[in-house]
T-cell receptor
């Protein structure tokens, strides 16, 4: 069974440009999460989808970030326009159930560098 | 105060020794606790989860939870150089939108051969 995949693995863009990150969860996992790790800091929650619906987007930094999950399958996270402080590693995770004890499986992350 | 605190390390132990990793959390109503291992440039990988007070053992790993002290730890027995990684403590807490997973910044472990 394929794990969580993310594309691209690295992205280097200039301030003001737009970048779209993609996440493909494990097949059959209704729950999809986006996280971000800024260098030297902890991994921080951005948002959570249940199928195609946003369950919780309280971690999204501002309205320059837009996440979608069309059809409840893969998800995209768009940053527009990108700022320097958006640099970091963006992780996606998926889980089968939505419970306090359910295991989240993480993708390899997308390293975003904004110059 | 950070919600989940870990010593950033690095924690250096000789091969074969016990590595002890500690984590404290601030939300008293936190209900589930996880330890992830992350190799450099790789994704976090779940190695232990614990939900009730006491010890939980899985192979060379033992997780310990003390909810009264808001403390969770991970012991790695017979440490191997392949255990060298960053260990992330994560806590699930109920919020207004459901539950959130809150991570500590991680402790870097270095096992010397």
């Amino acid at each position: 069974e394929a794990g969580v995949t993310q594309f691209p693995s690295h992205s280097v863009i200039e301030k003001g440009q737009t970048v779209t990150l993609r996440c493909d969860p494990i097949s059959g996992h209704d729950n999809l999460y986006w996280y971000r790790r800024v260098m030297g800091k902890e991994i921080k929650f951005l948002l959570h989808f249940v199928k195609e619906s946003k369950q919780d987007e309280s971690g999204m930094p501002n309205n320059r970030f837009l996440a979608e999950r069309t059809g409840g399958t893969y998800s995209t996270l768009k940053v527009q326009p990108a700022e320097l402080e958006d640099s970091g590693v963006y992780f996606c995770a998926s889980s089968q159930d939505y419970s306090l004890t359910d295991t989240q499986y993480f993708g390899p992350g997308t390293r975003l560098t904004v110059l | 105060q950070k919600e989940v605190e870990q010593n950033s390390g690095p924690l250096s132990v000789p091969e074969g020794a016990i590595a002890s990793l500690n984590c404290t959390y601030s939300d008293r109503v936190s209900q589930s606790f996880f330890w992830y291992r992350q190799y450099s440039g790789k994704s976090p990988e779940l190695i232990m989860s614990i939900y009730s007070n006491g010890d939980k053992e899985d192979g060379r790993f033992t997780a310990q939870l003390n909810k009264a002290s808001q403390y969770v730890s991970l012991l790695i027995r017979d440490s191997q150089p392949s255990d060298s990684a960053t260990y992330l403590c994560a806590v699930n807490s109920l919020g207004t939108g459901g539950f959130k997973t809150i991570f500590g910044a991680g402790t870097r472990l270095f096992v010397k051969a």
